[in-house]
């Protein structure tokens, strides 16, 4: 199951592993949780929430790719705004 992109499932993992961090530094090795660790984790959890949103690329008014999965194949759908006989579109092949 696809539910959440490559970057997404890349924060996924350091979410985890700093909360494993975390967990080992305050049960082991018996030291407080500072507050730039405290930061960090809502730093890290506020990345996730704009990549999962998607929040810049709508500010930005740039196109969302959508997923659509033909013969156990994903593609990805551009929409092309642009001119049709621009050269860049041509070698993309985004029309």
Do not use: C, W, Y
Request: charged share 25%; no cysteine.
């Amino acid at each position: 199951h696809n539910l959440v992109s490559e970057t997404q499932d890349i924060f996924l993992l350091i979410i985890t592993q700093f909360i494993v961090v975390l967990l080992i530094n305050h049960f082991f090795l018996k030291q407080l949780l500072s507050r730039s660790d405290i930061i960090a984790f809502f730093v890290i959890l506020i990345a996730f929430a704009i990549s999962f949103s998607s929040l810049v690329s709508r500010l930005m008014g740039i196109p969302i790719p959508k997923k659509v999965k033909k013969n156990e194949k994903e593609e990805v759908e551009h929409k092309h705004k642009g001119d049709p006989d621009d050269d860049l579109a041509k070698r993309l092949d985004l029309d």
